[in-house]
């Protein structure tokens, strides 16, 4: 599967941007997908994930009511939506995909989009 990220840009903290990754090849509906975010200097890191229907999700703690995963099957594609956006949530945002079940491990994700950068200015 390959994964394009989009919806990145600048914002003031408060607001709200909303990233969508696009999917392409067959089967889509069958991965976990998942959000990574690498801010200059740090690990990348997980910010959320979906399973295969969108029934069930997981967050890190610091996004936890301030972020939404959700998906489409239908359109092959995942979204982020992120509100009440923080400075430290600055970071250049990944989709991934993966086979296993729920999870915050990178190396549960074999299948990376190219990233798309977000910018929270004070």
């Known amino acids: 599967v390959q994964l394009q990220a989009s919806g990145g840009g600048v914002v003031q903290a408060g607001g709200s941007l909303r990233l969508s990754c696009a999917a392409s090849g067959r089967a889509f509906s069958t991965y976990t997908m998942a959000w990574f975010r690498q801010a200059p200097e740090k690990e990348r890191e997980f910010v959320a994930a979906v399973n295969w229907n ?6 890190a703690d610091p996004v936890k009511g301030r972020f939404t995963i959700s ?3 239908d359109r092959n594609t995942v979204y982020l939506q ?7 949530d600055s ?3 990944f989709c991934a995909a993966g086979v296993s079940v729920l999870g915050s491990d990178r190396k549960m994700y074999p299948y990376w989009g190219q990233g798309t950068q977000v910018t929270v200015s004070s």
């Open 91 to 93: 970071a250049v945002y």
């Open 54 to 59: 969108g029934a069930g999700t997981s967050y």
């Open 71 to 73: 998906r489409s099957n």
């Open 82 to 88: 992120m509100n009440s956006l923080k400075p430290e």
